[in-house]
Every structure is written in C-alpha cells, then in structure tokens.
C-alpha cells in the first residue's frame, strides 16, 4: 500500500476540471498547474488551451490564442519552468451595437510547464502564427537515446 500526501489543491483542480467540462471548454482556469508547489500558485482570468508534443529532437508546445497580438504575450523559462504569459483585451462597446452573448475568455492568462531535465533552455524558440504560438524546447545530444547491441552468449 502506498500513502501519497493529501493536497487540497489537487481536490480543487479535479472538481474546477470537472466543472469547466460541464459548462463548456476554457470556463474556470485551473488554479494550479500540474507539479508546481503551493507558492506558485497561478491566478489567472482564464487559461488558453494548450497541446503538448514530443519529438526525437524536441518538445513542442502549442497554445490556441486567436485575436491575441504578439505583443501581449511573453514567454518565459526560468529554473526550469517554462511561462506562457499574456492578456486578451476586452474589445471597446459601441453604442450602435448590442452584445447578446460572450462566450469567449477575456483578461490575463497564465500557463506553466516544468521543463525537463534533457532541454537546453538556452536554445528555445517561440513563433506566433495564425493564432497559435509554437514554443519549441531543443533537447540536448545526451538526452537522444542510443540502441546498444547486447550479445546472449
């Protein structure tokens, strides 16, 4: 049997996932990040959805921010985590037009993802292109695994 330590913040992600399922992708952002400690919490207005891919020579993140200038946003790496930061501005009310309904998320956003031992921080590269930002994380020469030949005798 194995003991694992109570953390009520992993309760409170579970049930805000939950609940943002429930009412529609992207309603509550979660209050924390997946491995970050209890002084990292991230509040935020909302989190951008978010893609997370592994290549031979890379990691690739892939995060949707349609109708967000490059400007607003600002990536980040720092102790071996990696910041997606930024804000989505609320557009300015007309008074010739009537709002019936706003589904989509508006103000700060925040995402962190620990980045693993085997990427090179120093090389990390961002692009931002048709509402998607690539941030791509190289992984060092030692981190490519080799096949060894084993011989049975």
Same mark, same amino acid.
Request: proline residues 5%.
């Given at each position: 049997?194995?003991?694992?330590?109570?953390?009520?913040?992993?309760?409170?992600?579970?049930?805000?996932?939950?609940?943002?399922?429930?009412?529609?992708?992207?309603?509550?952002?979660?209050?924390?990040?997946?491995?970050?400690?209890?002084?990292?919490?991230?509040?935020?207005?909302?989190?951008?959805? =978010?893609? &997370?891919?592994?290549?031979?020579?890379?990691?690739? *993140?892939?995060? /949707?921010?349609?109708?967000? @200038?490059? $400007?607003? =946003?600002? &990536?980040?790496?720092?102790?071996?985590?990696?910041? *997606?930061?930024? /804000?989505?501005?609320?557009? @300015?009310? $007309?008074?010739?037009?009537?709002?019936?309904?706003?589904?989509?998320?508006?103000?700060?956003?925040?995402?962190?993802?620990?980045?693993?031992?085997?990427?090179?921080?120093?090389?990390?590269?961002?692009?931002?292109?048709?509402?998607?930002?690539?941030?791509?994380?190289?992984?060092?020469?030692?981190?490519?695994?080799?096949?060894?030949?084993?011989?049975?005798?």
């Amino acid at each position: 049997m194995q003991l694992t330590r109570w953390d009520p913040f992993r309760e409170m992600d579970d049930y805000s996932a939950r609940l943002s399922r429930a009412l529609g992708s992207g309603f509550l952002a979660p209050f924390r990040q997946k491995g970050m400690t209890e002084e990292e919490l991230v509040l935020a207005d909302w989190a951008p959805l =978010v893609d &997370v891919e592994e290549t031979e020579n890379e990691y690739l *993140i892939k995060a /949707e921010l349609p109708e967000i @200038k490059k $400007e607003d =946003v600002k &990536v980040t790496i720092e102790d071996g985590l990696l910041s *997606i930061e930024g /804000e989505r501005k609320h557009e @300015k009310e $007309e008074k010739t037009r009537k709002v019936h309904r706003v589904e989509r998320s508006y103000g700060k956003f925040v995402r962190r993802f620990t980045v693993p031992p085997e990427a090179e921080n120093a090389k990390v590269t961002a692009e931002f292109k048709d509402g998607v930002l690539h941030v791509h994380v190289p992984k060092t020469q030692v981190a490519k695994p080799k096949a060894i030949e084993v011989k049975v005798a």
